[in-house]
């Protein structure tokens, strides 16, 4: 279903919000199935590798950059595509309010697409060690990041309006994810894409909301975490599996953007993710 944005924005805005269920689903290539949908609607926000949904019969393609809504009991067909596992975290929510002009979420089911962002899937992150945690401050606070998680999404979405600039953001975020490891400068991503730094760090700012070169130091550190809570290895294998040749300066990065060194955060979130 198509909607205009603003009209989308504009409903959320005046509805209240339950967080009722944040998810993170792994599933292996080639899974299919049919199933009815959650009795709430949801998002699915990918986190890596493409399946298609099919709500009611209408397919959506769901992968990084793409944002699928669902709404409350549809019947739902799902197929991971290609051969990367797919990973997706599932939010579901209740509307608390008795207003009914607008569009009524759990009756429709539409795509966004924000296009790649780090802090998205940071909030995301955020968003599920929160609302998995006891406590009626963690609901609140969940509540209050998915808010931050659909800003996010309207607000990249909303960017997306020039096509040329788009196609660039993708081709270079998408380069920059998939060789994040290897020795990347601003200025080789804007030679190979025959474009002047400026306008490459004009292009992130618009989609991204940060520079290509922090984009570039997201990609690596939200990467590092996912190895230092799944991995037993050195901290300085960790930093040079991800593009630091010096694990002290790694360490300084780490810290900067997450106030814990990498030790800490294993510490902390190893066992309890």
């Known amino acids: 279903m198509e909607f205009e944005l603003n009209e989308l924005v ?5 509805i209240s919000i339950r967080v ?14 049919w199933q009815k949908a959650a009795p709430f609607p949801g998002f699915i926000f990918p986190l890596r590798g493409k399946a298609q949904y099919r709500f009611d019969g209408t397919p959506y393609t769901a992968s990084i950059g793409r944002v699928v809504h669902g709404g409350a009991s549809m019947g739902l067909d799902k197929q991971v595509l290609g051969d990367t596992k797919w990973e997706y975290i599932s939010v579901l929510y209740d509307i608390r309010t008795s207003e ?7 009756e429709v089911h539409f795509e966004l697409t924000p296009g790649n962002s780090p802090r998205l899937q940071e909030l995301l ?11 009626s ?8 990041l998915f808010r931050c998680v659909l800003e996010e999404v309207f607000v990249c979405a909303r960017n997306q ?49 940060m520079g290509p070169g922090d984009y ?22 960790v930093a040079k599996s ?32």
């Open 20 to 33: 009722e269920g944040v998810y993170n689903y792994k599933i292996d290539p080639g899974t299919a199935g």
């Open 242 to 273: 991800i593009g630091y040749s010096d694990p002290l300066y790694f360490s300084r990065s780490f810290r900067k953007r997450f106030k814990m060194s990498p030790s800490e955060f294993r510490e902390k979130f190893r066992n309890n993710p």
């Open 137 to 144: 401050i963690p609901a609140f606070q969940a509540e209050n």
């Open 161 to 209: 309006t020039n096509h040329g600039a788009q196609v660039l953001f993708e081709q270079v975020s998408s380069y920059i994810q998939d060789h994040f490891m290897d020795s990347l400068t601003v200025h080789g991503l804007a030679e190979q894409n025959e474009v002047t730094e400026n306008r490459l760090f004009y292009v992130f700012s618009k989609y991204a909301g």
């Open 100 to 106: 009914t002009k607008g569009i009524c979420l759990p």
């Open 125 to 135: 992150g955020r968003l599920y060690r929160t609302f998995n945690q006891p406590g």
């Open 216 to 237: 570039l130091i997201a990609c690596r550190l939200n990467r590092a975490k996912e190895l230092l809570t799944t991995i037993g290895a050195p901290i300085s294998e």
């Open 10 to 14: 504009e409903r959320f805005t005046n």
